[in-house]
């Protein structure tokens, strides 16, 4: 739970330049305008063990007594003792703990000037200081939306102080018994009566949304670094495996290199600047080393294609030679084809000569021979185109 409260702990400036006819109790107006108690702590009756809360705001009225914001918090037992405390009783109307007391230190310069400093604000029954107390205690009643208007208004002005006078001088707090303190309703004269409690209460809850959206940010805050590491670990650790990877891809090839090449194309030295290079530049590197790689596989590829190839013409030469060997024959030297010039064939212009019978009868016969008598070649003739016969032997 959290308990806010608004109560004063200095008195105006004729009051508290006498008070006590003390002056190291009493504030002169330098004193009091100078004075800084925000984030000092609240204890109880000035225990220093009995830390209950802390002050959030102080704002300086026209006539010189100094205003403050409290904040209760905490969950243990104290701390819930004095939100409970400043709470009135329903039965009696009164707080157990309805003033303030200021603790301060007063130093005395050698220069005759003193300085006061504050140290801390109690919670207390009877402050020394009459005037002081505890005038507004934060309840669940939210304010109007016209009343936080008004209150807006007042902030957005840059007045820091509490706003408390109105068209008629300001009334002063009247003094009661312990038992039956009333505070005196003041109004203001801005956008319409707003009373002395209404304004503590708007402050108080602006005060509320002020924090609340500060824990947000800070929360938000908190994952956005949260966040911000996780990145940058991720990069470490990528960075880290780049390193080792590049290191390993530097040391494979340099010492395949090494192999490869001779001293002066690759030195020690040369592979000391590349392995220290795989260190500060991995991923640089990383893509050469994988660019080279290509290149060396596929030159060496082509050194086995190479190979292969000059490996078939040697055995085809081997071949030929021991073929013309065995066969004791030198190789045929290429036969040169002359270009051949065409013939053209012209008809001829004789007449074929045409031939008689008998004369075509005497050619015929002069094919035989002329052995015979006129006898036997007229036989011949005769039998020429005559299908000869022969004699059929029977089957039985």
Not at 1 to 8: A, T
Not at 175 to 184: R, T, W, Y
Not at 382 to 387: A, D
């Given at each position: 739970?959290?308990?806010?409260?608004?109560?004063?702990i200095?008195?105006?400036?004729?009051k508290?330049?006498?008070?006590?006819n003390?002056p190291t109790?009493?504030f002169t107006?330098a004193q009091?305008?100078?004075l800084?108690?925000?984030?000092k702590?609240?204890?109880?009756?000035h225990?220093k063990?009995?830390v209950?809360g802390?002050?959030?705001?102080?704002?300086?009225?026209?006539?010189?007594s100094?205003?403050?914001?409290g904040?209760?918090?905490?969950?243990?037992?104290?701390?819930r003792?004095?939100?409970?405390?400043v709470?009135?009783?329903?039965?009696?109307?009164?707080?157990?703990?309805?003033g303030?007391s200021?603790?301060?230190?007063?130093?005395?310069?050698a220069s005759?000037?003193s300085e006061?400093t504050a140290?801390?604000?109690?919670?207390?029954?009877e402050p020394?200081?009459?005037?002081?107390r505890?005038a507004?205690v934060d309840s669940?009643?939210?304010p109007?939306?016209d009343?936080i208007?008004n209150m807006?208004?007042?902030?957005k002005?840059?007045i820091n102080?509490m706003?408390?006078?109105?068209?008629n001088?300001?009334?002063?707090?009247k003094?009661?018994?312990?038992?039956?303190?009333?505070?005196?309703e003041?109004k203001?004269?801005?956008?319409?009566?707003?009373?002395?409690?209404?304004m503590?209460?708007?402050?108080?809850?602006?005060?509320?949304s002020l924090?609340?959206?500060?824990t947000?940010q800070?929360?938000e805050?908190?994952?956005?670094?949260q966040?911000?590491q996780?990145?940058?670990?991720?990069k470490?650790?990528?960075?880290k495996?780049?390193?080792?990877k590049?290191?390993a891809m530097?040391?494979?090839?340099v010492?395949?290199?090494?192999?490869?090449?001779?001293?002066?194309?690759?030195s020690?030295?040369?592979k000391t600047?590349?392995l220290?290079?795989?260190?500060k530049?991995?991923?640089?590197?990383?893509?050469?080393?994988r660019?080279?790689h290509?290149?060396s596989?596929?030159?060496?590829?082509?050194?086995?294609?190479?190979?292969e190839?000059?490996?078939?013409?040697?055995?085809?030469?081997l071949s030929?030679?021991?073929?013309q060997?065995?066969?004791?024959?030198?190789?045929?030297?290429?036969?040169?084809q002359q270009p051949q010039?065409p013939?053209v064939?012209a008809?001829s212009?004789?007449?074929r000569?045409?031939?008689s019978?008998?004369?075509l009868?005497?050619?015929a016969?002069?094919?035989?021979?002329?052995s015979?008598?006129?006898?036997d070649?007229?036989e011949?003739v005769?039998?020429?185109?005559?299908?000869k016969?022969y004699?059929?032997?029977?089957?039985y």
């Open positions: 739970m959290v308990r806010y409260f608004i109560g004063s200095l008195s105006p400036y004729e508290e330049s006498v008070a006590e003390d109790f009493g107006k009091a305008d100078s800084d108690v925000v984030g702590p609240i204890r109880m009756e225990n063990d009995m209950v802390k002050i959030v705001k102080q704002f300086a009225s026209d006539d010189g100094l205003w403050v914001m904040k209760l918090d905490g969950s243990g037992y104290q701390e003792f004095a939100q409970y405390a709470d009135k009783n329903p039965d009696t109307g009164g707080a157990y703990y309805q303030l200021l603790q301060h230190v007063h130093r005395q310069l005759g000037k006061k140290v801390e604000v109690s919670l207390v029954c020394r200081r009459s005037d002081c505890i507004y669940d009643n939210i109007d939306s009343q208007k807006e208004y007042i902030l002005g840059g102080k706003e408390t006078a109105t068209a001088p300001p009334t002063e707090v003094e009661v018994a312990q038992e039956n303190v009333e505070s005196v003041q203001t004269d801005i956008a319409g009566n707003m009373t002395k409690e209404q503590m209460k708007i402050i108080i809850e602006q005060q509320k924090e609340v959206s500060k947000t800070n929360s805050l908190e994952e956005l670094r966040l911000k996780e990145i940058e670990r991720q470490a650790e990528e960075l495996k780049e390193q080792e590049s290191h530097a040391q494979s090839l010492n395949d290199w090494s192999q490869q090449l001779d001293k002066d194309s690759m020690d030295a040369q600047q590349i220290e290079t795989a260190q530049h991995p991923h640089e590197l990383i893509e050469l080393l660019v080279a290509c290149a596989k596929k030159a060496k590829e082509a050194e086995a294609r190479f190979n190839y000059k490996s078939l013409v040697e055995k085809t030469q030929q030679q021991f073929d060997v065995m066969s004791k024959k030198k190789a045929p030297a290429p036969v040169v010039v013939v064939h008809a212009n004789k007449k000569k045409t031939m019978n008998p004369e009868f005497l050619r016969m002069s094919s035989f021979a002329p015979g008598s006129a006898r070649h007229m011949q005769s039998k020429i185109g005559v299908r016969k004699t059929r032997e029977s089957y």
